[in-house]
């Protein structure tokens, strides 16, 4: 075989080094991942930001030639992940399916999901659907990678069939299994949200930012996933220097919170934080509240089990949450402390209620609270009457 062949096979047109080869490998999977986060999450999605045109159509185009993923699934599928999380109707739910299922299979668990074309109509309205979309992008998804495959092969040979299978599981692999997998089974919490998602680190520098994954589960809506002084959102950041540039119109953020000080009873400015920052409002009653007591009261009870109130034990296996009952029912003082976040967390599922209902029940549960001679519910519900939008 020519000499001139052996090179091309085994270094391509570019004759790059194994350290080139894996630099690249690194700048496609993280402009991949930056288009995924970016564009189909906060923007097509959640509505969080919108681009400028050309930007928006250069992150479909990036998507579909690295990836083969339709805009429209996507979307749909995170939406429904959203409406129906930690159930039997999360698509990609470590609870149902199973963490090593969801962290080394997510990939088949998007395909499944796809699918299912009511779902894809229910959940995936208001995605694009011009020409090029309809008869490029959506029918032929994998001319992309395919497309991507013959490029890589001519660029570095043979190694180049390599680099394009790891590019290939490069989402499959940090966006369906670390993010829907270990993101909803490790790490911390900021806010005590009806769901197990969490934050896998609080500097979101690998995965675009997507490890905050806690923080964007209480406010889904908004563009920036960072929430705390030490927390960095590198999406965020991007979205910060397209919009200086032009580019991008931030359309929602999550609010702010403000606690004002000496405010006798809660009024409209009160109700209105307190349903914005609804899991703010869970988090805090544990904090204040439930922990303080629970360290004094409840050292006998399992780790396990004490990390459980945090939830309510909703997470609890039928065995473990029957003992979990058991033992609050033994127990008075802890049992009326959750029967007070219970009724508090209940005004919220007033639905059909007006404001000035959900108001009145709000005054009513922080005048009892304050009545309850328990220290601690006086100063939760003494910042509860301060709550208000920064």
């Known amino acids: 075989m020519p000499e001139a062949l052996l090179e091309f096979l085994s270094r391509g047109l570019t004759q790059a080094t194994w350290w080139q080869m894996l630099l690249v490998l690194v700048v496609v999977g993280q402009l991949t991942m930056a288009s995924t986060t970016l564009y189909l999450h906060r923007s097509a999605t959640h509505r969080g930001v919108d681009f400028h045109p050309l930007v928006a159509h250069w992150f479909r185009f990036w998507n579909w030639l690295t990836t083969g993923m339709v805009t429209k699934e996507w979307v749909a599928i995170h939406r429904k992940h959203h409406a129906h999380c930690e159930t039997a109707e999360d698509p990609h739910s470590p609870?149902?399916?199973?963490?090593d299922t969801v962290?080394?299979?997510g990939s088949e668990l998007y395909r499944?999901?796809?699918l299912n074309r009511a779902d894809m109509d229910k959940y995936g309205r208001g995605t694009p659907d011009d020409w090029i979309e309809r008869h490029l992008y959506t029918p032929h998804d994998r001319l992309g990678p395919t497309l991507t495959l013959f490029a890589y092969t001519a660029l570095f040979g043979i190694p180049g069939i390599a680099l394009w299978a790891l590019?290939?599981?490069?989402?499959p692999f940090w966006a369906a299994g670390v993010i829907n997998g270990l993101g909803h089974w490790w790490g911390y919490r900021n806010f005590d949200t009806h769901d197990t998602a969490t934050n896998l680190a609080?500097?979101?520098?690998?995965?675009?930012?997507?490890?905050l994954h806690n923080n964007h589960h209480a406010f889904p809506s908004s563009a920036k996933f960072a929430l705390r002084r030490y927390e960095f959102d590198i999406g965020w950041a991007a979205i910060r220097g397209l919009q200086l540039?032009?580019?991008a119109k931030v359309l929602r953020v999550a609010p702010v919170l403000d606690v004002r000080p000496n405010i006798a009873a809660p009024d409209a400015e009160t109700l209105k934080a307190m349903i914005a920052h609804r899991w703010q409002v869970a988090t805090d009653y544990f904090q204040m509240v439930l922990k303080p007591h629970l360290q004094a009261e409840a050292r006998d009870l399992p780790g396990r089990l004490r990390r459980a109130f945090r939830s309510d034990g909703r997470w609890l296996d039928e065995a473990h949450r029957a003992t979990f009952a058991?033992?609050?029912a033994e127990r008075p003082n802890t049992q009326r402390l959750v029967e007070f976040r219970t009724r508090l967390l209940a005004i919220y599922?007033?639905?059909s209620a007006a404001a000035e209902a959900k108001l009145e029940a709000l005054r009513a549960w922080c005048a009892e609270a304050e009545a309850s001679g328990i220290r601690a519910l006086e100063e939760f519900s003494a910042r509860l009457k301060g709550y208000s939008m920064a």
């Open 112 to 114: 499944k999901a796809a």
């Open 245 to 247: 540039l032009g580019l």
């Open 326 to 328: 058991a033992w609050i």
């Open 95 to 99: 609870r149902f399916e199973g963490l």
């Open 202 to 211: 609080p500097w979101g520098l690998w995965i675009g930012g997507e490890e």
């Open 167 to 171: 590019q290939m599981m490069w989402i």
């Open 349 to 351: 599922e007033l639905r």
């Open 103 to 105: 962290l080394w299979r």
